[in-house]
């Protein structure tokens, strides 16, 4: 599954690992994020995410 | 600096820097700045439009006061950042029945920043407007266009959009509106490199949101104004585009001239390609040069000595600063020397980890390059000129 990353922070979303602080499980792909879903680091918004 | 009118009813009150040389501790300001506050008259209320820097606080009151303003009904907060909302304390104090008018994540910041009370605020949603009688003022909320709380606000009638930090320049000028471009350019886009360029992902969309708005004036918060606003728009469409150009940036240390004569030889084997270079010498390079050079280069190359294991500090507060700042660039690579071992090239490679590029085979050499040591450079750049080839830039 693709990683992304932020445009704002430079975070990855590694859907291998999911997002542990926000309560996403480990094997999340990136479009099964909710589209109200944001960044953990700078809580910028998912379109602002790109394949890494 | 005193008072002056854009239009009838609409001032700029604010002030200019013009002995600042650094700004946040990190950005340097050779031509000094200036720190934009704008006074909106309408039939009924009066708003004033962010404020200045607190250095400069005395200077907004006593333009206020020559002007005669016995009452400010509105403070517009585009951005909490300090230069801009620094002296709101000192106008509450002044004028203790303003309301601040602002969105809610930048309201949040205000009182973190500078425990401004939270029952002062009227807090706005995107394109949501104010009326000051004949005047109307709208608010366009722009998440990361530099902060998570950046907003801009539009006069409707007069058409003069205040973004801010959005489209500014680092000039301090007597000039209220830009007097020449070249100059404007310049430090308009050497600004956009400091500030804007981490966010020119997010920037890109509201570029097409502004011209929709079609005003007839930009008034950002540093430097002159725009009575032509596709000058700046034009230019930030290009600035934020994907497109990358012809060009090398190539920030160097040597210590004792070997990682010299690499760049040397590298410098002129791209310009036989016909690739720009821009080498900069980081023991003397002005970082805003750097970064500005960064703007729209195809590829980075950063040339290293090795420091006992390492690359040179200085190379690590370039490539860190790079790293932050995001630019376009496409292809990175390292080249330099060493004596006894070290991962120069590993380190500084794995510094880069926001910026998304395609690392090309990095070039470190033992001591002073000999002839086959050259022939590495020769390989890269002989690379670089295909991958710029591919992208169809040359
Ligand atoms: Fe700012
Ligand atoms: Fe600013």
Redesign the pocket.
């Known amino acids: 599954m693709a990683t992304y990353m932020c445009m704002i922070c430079g975070h990855i979303y590694d859907p291998s690992a999911g997002e542990p602080v926000q309560g996403i499980k480990a094997g999340t792909a990136f479009d099964q994020l909710a589209d109200t879903w944001s960044c953990p680091v700078c809580s910028a918004e998912k379109r602002l995410f790109q394949k890494a | 600096m005193t008072a002056r009118e854009i239009v009838p009813g609409v001032f700029s009150v604010g002030a200019i820097d013009w002995d600042r040389r650094l700004?946040d501790e990190l950005i340097p300001l050779p031509q000094g700045?200036s720190?934009n506050a704008y006074l909106v008259k309408g039939e009924e209320k009066t708003a004033l439009i962010d404020t200045v820097d607190p250095a400069k606080e005395y200077e907004l009151i006593s333009n206020l006061c020559r002007m005669g303003i016995e009452r400010i009904d509105y403070v517009v907060i585009n951005?909490a950042?300090q230069?801009?909302a620094g002296s709101l304390p000192m106008i509450l104090e002044f004028f203790p029945d303003a309301v601040i008018v602002t969105n809610e994540k930048c309201k949040d910041l205000l009182i973190a920043l500078l425990h401004v009370p939270a029952e002062k605020f009227r807090v706005i949603r995107d394109r949501e407007k104010i009326s000051l009688g004949k005047r109307t003022l709208q608010f366009i909320i722009t998440p990361w266009t530099?902060w998570p709380e950046t907003q801009l606000t539009f006069l409707e009638e007069d058409r003069i959009l205040f973004p801010?930090?959005l489209f500014?320049s680092h000039i301090a000028t007597s000039d209220l509106f830009m007097s020449d471009e070249r100059t404007t350019y310049v430090a308009a886009k050497r600004y956009y490199a400091e500030?804007m360029m981490p966010f020119r992902t997010s920037i890109r969309g509201y570029v097409g949101t502004v011209r929709g708005l079609n005003p007839a004036i930009i008034a950002p918060?540093?430097g002159p104004l725009y009575k032509n606003p596709s000058f700046i728009l034009d230019a930030y469409a290009d600035w934020t585009s994907d497109t990358v150009k012809n060009e090398v940036v190539l920030p160097y240390v040597s210590m004792h001239g070997s990682t010299l004569k690499m760049v040397d030889y590298f410098t002129d084997a791209l310009i036989a390609r016909g690739i720009a270079v821009k080498p900069f010498n980081l023991s003397k390079t002005d970082t805003g040069e750097l970064a500005m050079a960064m703007v729209d280069a195809a590829t980075v190359v950063i040339a290293t000595p090795t420091v006992l294991f390492g690359p040179h500090p200085l190379v690590v507060y370039a490539t860190y600063l790079a790293n932050l700042l995001r630019p376009k660039v496409r292809y990175a690579s390292v080249i330099g020397s060493y004596g006894w071992g070290g991962k120069a090239s590993e380190t500084v490679v794995k510094m880069l980890d926001h910026v998304k590029v395609e690392v090309l085979e990095p070039v470190m050499v033992r001591g002073l390059s000999d002839e086959t040591a050259l022939r590495g450079l020769d390989r890269l750049a002989d690379e670089i000129l295909k991958k710029h080839q591919e992208l169809n830039l040359v």
């Open positions: 700004f700045t720190y951005h950042e230069d801009h530099h801010c930090d500014g500030i918060s540093h």
